[in-house]
T-cell receptor
């Protein structure tokens, strides 16, 4: 069964500091990995995705993530945090084949950016 | 291009009442799903559908019914609302079989059961 673990339910950084949000997955077959962002009182917006090919993927708003198969990780980073990055971030995994259409989500990480 | 539209955006119910949360998409996506979001729990799958006339249970289906009579619409019914169903509900869609494609989410319905 597939699962996603986000380490740290709450991450706080200063404006201009590095953002690192951690995500580890469990999947018996090659995964498709996604990061979504949710701003207060809004729906989920796709930040970036990994399907196949290049393991370093770039997304919107300066975020990027690297797929590391050996570590079963897909951590999200941004070199310099902005106040507007304050939101909740969700890592999610799916995989192809069979009858499993599910997108499995982690429990989310709330990012706070301090001035 | 409206994408995924959910109505209502907010609703307050009394325990025991029934209601239907509406979800419609205009992207001709076969796959549609309903999630509930609770603090510290992430998003949990309630029910999903891979096409008109086909539905199946997700992780937390109890207390909810769904049907899929058209490709566009996927309503979620609460038969007898309970306080434990207070949550934010999201509908999502994507093309069937497109496992490597992201799901498109609606803006959510915030439901309170008193």
């Amino acid at each position: 069964a597939q699962s996603v673990t986000q380490l740290g339910s709450h991450v706080s950084v200063s404006e201009g500091a590095l953002v690192l949000l951690r995500c580890n997955y469990s999947s018996s077959v090659p995964p498709y990995l996604f990061w979504y962002v949710q701003y207060p009182n809004q729906g989920l917006q796709l930040l970036l995705k990994y399907t196949t090919g290049a393991t370093l993927v770039k997304g919107i708003n300066g975020f990027e993530a690297e797929f590391k198969k050996s570590e079963t990780s897909f951590h999200l980073t941004k070199p310099s945090a902005h106040m507007s990055d304050a939101a909740e971030y969700f890592c999610a995994v799916s995989f192809s084949g069979g009858s499993n259409y599910k997108l499995t989500f982690g429990k989310g990480t709330l990012l706070t950016v301090n001035p | 291009n409206a994408g995924v539209t959910q109505t209502p955006k907010f609703q307050v119910l009394k325990t025991g009442q029934s209601m239907t949360l509406q979800c419609a998409q205009d992207m001709n996506h076969e796959y549609m799903s309903w999630y509930r979001q609770d603090p510290g729990m992430g998003l949990r799958l309630i029910h999903y559908s891979v096409g008109a006339g086909i539905t199946d249970q997700g992780e937390v289906p109890n207390g909810y019914n769904v049907s899929r009579s058209t490709t566009e619409d996927f309503p979620l019914r609460l038969l007898s609302a309970a306080p434990s169903q207070t949550s934010v509900y999201f509908c999502a869609s994507r093309p069937r079989g497109a496992y490597n494609q992201p799901q498109h989410f609606g803006d959510g319905t915030r439901l309170s059961i008193l």
